[in-house]
């Protein structure tokens, strides 16, 4: 019995590990990515960044510069150059190919995964700032209800829409203050403010700051309360946030299926059903 039950805890401690392990397992990967495609792990001022630049600048002279490069750059918020990441790819592709031909060489019948992993290489850069540029977008996108209520309060307070966008940028902090920042210094700069708005829109892609600018750019149009408008779009956002958390959480228990049915209720099984069975069977084992 004693035996049964030590090996059903095994059992379920492995179950446990793996779940945590899979659960684990992309996040980490993305980050180690990231991590090597960051200009300030290869030295933006050093040998591999400036052959990584040439490598770039050579090829898209004999290729013009891929479609949507420079607006997923910009989305991204990384401060890569275009010819950099071309030499990125380039050097993955090469990175790639070398492994397939090692591959090869060591195993002949994996000589299709040279031209795959030729592609993998050549990719992975334009997946991982894709990745980065949704999750700075949602970041973005979480944190407007908050620069919204922010601009009501100080715009009761008196303050004007520059000053309290200003205002406002050092406290909502993350990558929509560093995209406010860049506004007001455009502001300070001589831009208009509605084409600074329009500039800081056109950066980020964020419906509910698209909204909110416009809501903005209306009221100076037209004359109106920039305080009632405030608070008519602080009031759409709240009611935004408060269905997409109802959705949330109505998908919620479909993707707890999956854990539940092949990770929690076999592990519970296993200390609950499988020390009776087994007891069950030496039991009757012993009796016949």
């Not at 275009?82 to 050097?91: I, M, N, T």
């Not at 800081?200 to 009221?219: E, F, K, Y």
Request: glycine share 10%; aromatic share 4%.
């Amino acid at each position: 019995m004693d035996g049964s039950l030590g090996a059903a805890t095994m059992a379920c401690l492995c179950v446990a590990f793996g779940a945590a392990a899979l659960a684990r397992r992309h996040e980490r990967r993305v980050r180690v990515v990231v991590a090597a495609l960051s200009p300030s792990s290869v030295g933006e001022s050093g040998r591999t960044a400036v052959l990584l630049t040439r490598v770039g600048r050579w090829r898209l002279r004999s290729r013009p510069l891929p479609a949507g490069l420079e607006r997923r750059l910009s989305l991204s918020g990384v401060p890569w150059s275009a010819e950099w990441l071309v030499g990125l790819k380039v050097a993955g592709a090469a990175g790639g190919a070398v492994v397939g031909m090692a591959l090869t060489w060591m195993a002949p019948p994996a000589a299709p995964l040279l031209g795959l992993l030729a592609v993998m290489g050549y990719r992975a850069p334009d997946l991982v700032l894709a990745r980065r540029g949704r999750h700075r977008q949602r970041a973005i996108e979480l944190h407007v209800p908050d620069l919204v209520e922010l601009l009501v309060a100080t715009t009761e307070a008196g303050l004007a829409p520059s000053i309290a966008l200003r205002r406002s940028a050092s406290v909502v902090g993350g990558p929509l203050g560093q995209e406010l920042s860049l506004a007001t210094s455009e502001i300070d700069l001589g831009v208009p403010w509605a084409t600074a708005m329009d500039h800081l829109v056109h950066r980020t892609d964020v419906p509910s700051l698209h909204r909110l600018v416009a809501a903005l750019s209306r009221s100076n149009r037209l004359g109106t309360s920039v305080r009632s408008t405030l608070r008519s779009v602080a009031g759409d956002l709240r009611a935004e946030r408060r269905v997409h958390a109802e959705e949330t959480a109505r998908r919620a228990p479909v993707k707890m299926l999956f854990p539940l049915v092949f990770l929690i209720l076999p592990a519970f099984l296993l200390l609950t059903v499988g020390p009776v069975v087994l007891a069950t069977v030496q039991s009757l084992r012993s009796g016949g």
